[in-house]
């Protein structure tokens, strides 16, 4: 798990520092339980997160020090690689990870595999969280739009297109729910909307909610998405803002015969810790609270703060709006430019 908002996302591939990666690549090298480079640790990781986005079930998997005996790591059975009595010989990974790891951080559990295992490729599903504030927002015609959603559908109105690594646009949503939580302030509930499919184009589901928001709010009808979901009548997306990516959170990741190991200690540990982390952060919610109770009081010559605020851009409807290139003549522009090249070479 981590807490994406100071980190420029998970992939240290990006160049820009501090990364999840980076931090649990440097949390392996102190520990001493590398083995080689990338390359010869058969790295992958499932979920490759954007700046700011947070996770409490990502899944990465590579070859570490073991202080077990070596067993037959080519036998597809992970019940059989590992027996349950050499858990407890074997290294305790999250313990030792966890002492080193900054506070925004955290191994929740390890699993052997089998040679082979890819966290990208052996995934078989991706669950996605995005909370949001209840507000005035007509929850049921956002429940009736992310119905709309499920099932496999051309999500190319929906995503940030990649032309050049990414051909098939078409992904299955698998679950839609809107979810409550216990969380309120100032009487407004906290919801979130519960996504799960196989696997999610670039951008996606931030994509998906700047609608579903758009359409909560009154301004787009339900019916907008069954629209931008029919690439042949719609084959160029609407230029929108996709929502911001603080609220969204990789929920978890499904694998076939996966079951996480923690050990006692290390559990009681990593619960103390996130407890701890949970009053920090409603501390500091407090401090905040309180300056807003300390503001000093308007006069009645002065305006309201609803008054005050700017007035809100009036709302372009997504179809009326200017277009991005559709994905055809995306390809067709990289294509005459490579022609180009060869022609010129």
Not at 53 to 73: P, Y
Not at 86 to 94: K, L, N, S
Request: proline letters at 4%; aromatic letters at 10%; hydrophobic letters at 35%.
């Amino acid at each position: 798990m981590y807490f994406g908002k100071r980190f420029y996302g998970f992939a240290s591939e990006a160049q820009m520092d501090p990364t999840i990666e980076s931090e649990i690549f440097s949390a392996f090298e102190k520990t001493r339980l590398l083995v080689g480079d990338k390359k010869e640790l058969q790295y992958s990781r499932c979920g490759r997160t954007d700046k700011g986005v947070s996770s409490v079930g990502q899944v990465i998997a590579l070859l570490l020090r073991s202080s077990l005996k070596e067993t037959d790591a080519s036998n597809e059975n992970s019940e059989e690689i590992v027996f349950k009595e050499q858990h407890e010989q074997e290294i305790d990974y999250v313990g030792v990870l966890n002492r080193v790891l900054p506070d925004d951080i955290r191994v929740l559990g390890w699993c052997p595999v089998p040679v082979g295992f890819s966290a990208r490729f052996s995934c078989l599903s991706r669950e996605y969280k995005y909370f949001f504030w209840r507000e005035n927002l007509n929850f049921l015609a956002m429940e009736e739009a992310g119905k709309k959603f499920l099932g496999e559908h051309d999500f190319r109105n929906f995503c940030k297109m990649d032309a050049v690594n990414v051909h098939n646009y078409k992904r299955n949503i698998t679950l839609f729910e809107i979810c409550p939580s216990d969380v309120r302030y100032d009487g407004n509930q906290l919801l979130a909307f519960k996504i799960k499919g196989s696997a999610f184009l670039w951008h996606q589901v931030r994509c998906m909610v700047a609608v579903l928001l758009m359409i909560g709010q009154g301004l787009e009808s339900p019916d907008v998405i069954d629209t931008l979901l029919d690439t042949e009548k719609t084959p160029r997306k609407p230029q929108y803002t996709m929502a911001p990516e603080l609220p969204l959170v990789l929920h978890s990741c499904e694998f076939e015969s996966i079951k996480f190991i923690c050990s006692a200690d290390a559990g009681l540990a990593l619960r103390m810790h996130l407890a701890n982390q949970c009053r920090n952060y409603q501390l500091q919610a407090a401090i905040f609270n309180d300056a807003l109770l300390s503001c000093l009081p308007i006069s009645s010559g002065q305006r309201s703060l609803k008054g005050t605020t700017k007035k809100k851009a009036s709302h372009v409807p997504l179809m009326s709006r200017p277009t991005e290139p559709s994905y055809e003549e995306r390809r067709l522009k990289l294509n005459s430019k490579t022609f180009g090249l060869s022609k010129s070479s």
